[in-house]
């Protein structure tokens, strides 16, 4: 075929290009048109509406200087961190021992995964009445004689946080578990047999071999996991309402409060401004190392 005769690269898989025109301009107009929206108007002093009256930085400044939005982000911090950790470690080890080929596999991975069917709503209510100190976990082992015995993070203000992410991980570790489990499954099997016949401990036969190998799956548990911990909401509003006090408020609760409560549009804006700011510099450094890289390569 002559060069001439060759199809026009815009109209390769034509129909493919057509069939996906419909989830571009959902992308475009929804996604990066409702997001520049949101960062236009937050440099306004909108309140019950949206109005351009434009203010600069007026809004940033009053939200960092707020100190329900600095304990909401220390709150993210620390909940992000160990959600990301322990997500990953506990869902990791325990898809390892299930990969053993153990009996009752399939029930036991049933049991994992059920908590992730269940709403976020329905999680804090659980976990609420089970750390309630009377009723809960608390009440049950003081009635077995253990007077001494304290386990109320939900009214602790200093600890309430970790108490959110008890039923987070509760929640979400049997998905990543599926997840590793599948990565584990795709392993050949030569590999392991190569390893054991090296003499190679079992330790450092994950350490060094399985978990590189695994590096897709990781960073598919990663981007769902960093997804959960910025979007957090339903949960804290189940357990706490973002109390003792404002002790477990979350950037998204702040954002929801004072655009449908305060009713003041800008400043949410703002808010939803530093919250897409963060994911940015999360998702940037990564898609550059990511396939950056891979194209310089």
Do not use: H
Not at 185 to 213: C, H, N, Q, S
């Amino acid at each position: 075929m002559s060069k001439s005769e060759r199809p026009n690269q815009l109209f390769r898989n034509l129909n493919a290009k057509v069939a996906s025109i419909p989830m571009v301009l959902t992308a475009l107009v929804i996604f990066v048109g409702g997001s520049a929206w949101t960062v236009l108007y937050s440099f306004t002093n909108s309140k019950l509406l949206p109005r351009l009256n434009f203010v600069g930085l007026d809004q940033y400044y009053r939200l960092w200087s707020t100190p329900r939005w600095l304990v909401s982000i220390e709150n993210l911090l620390v909940y992000g961190v160990l959600s990301l950790v322990f997500s990953l470690v506990i869902g990791f080890l325990l898809a390892a021992l299930l990969d053993q080929k153990i009996r009752f596999e399939d029930t036991f991975r049933t049991i994992f995964l059920y908590p992730f069917a269940l709403s976020f709503i329905v999680t804090g209510l659980v976990w609420q009445w089970l750390l309630n100190p009377e009723f809960g976990i608390q009440g049950v082992v003081r009635g077995l004689g253990w007077e001494s015995f304290n386990f109320d993070p939900l009214y602790n203000s200093d600890i309430v946080i970790y108490g959110i992410l008890i039923a987070a991980l509760w929640q979400g570790t049997g998905l990543i578990m599926c997840l590793m489990l599948a990565g584990l499954r795709g392993i050949d099997e030569d590999i392991w047999k190569a390893a054991r016949v090296d003499g190679i401990p079992t330790l450092k036969t994950y350490l060094f071999i399985i978990i590189p190998m695994m590096r897709p799956v990781f960073i598919t548990a990663l981007v769902i996991i960093a997804a959960g911990i910025v979007k957090v909401y339903d949960l804290v509003v189940a357990q706490t309402s973002g109390g003792p006090g404002i002790a477990s408020e979350v950037p998204a609760k702040y954002v929801y409060d004072y655009m449908f409560f305060a009713q003041n549009l800008g400043q949410g804006f703002a808010a939803s401004t530093m919250m897409l700011l963060s994911v940015v510099v999360v998702i940037v450094p990564w898609a550059y190392l990511e396939f950056g890289g891979k194209k310089r390569g």
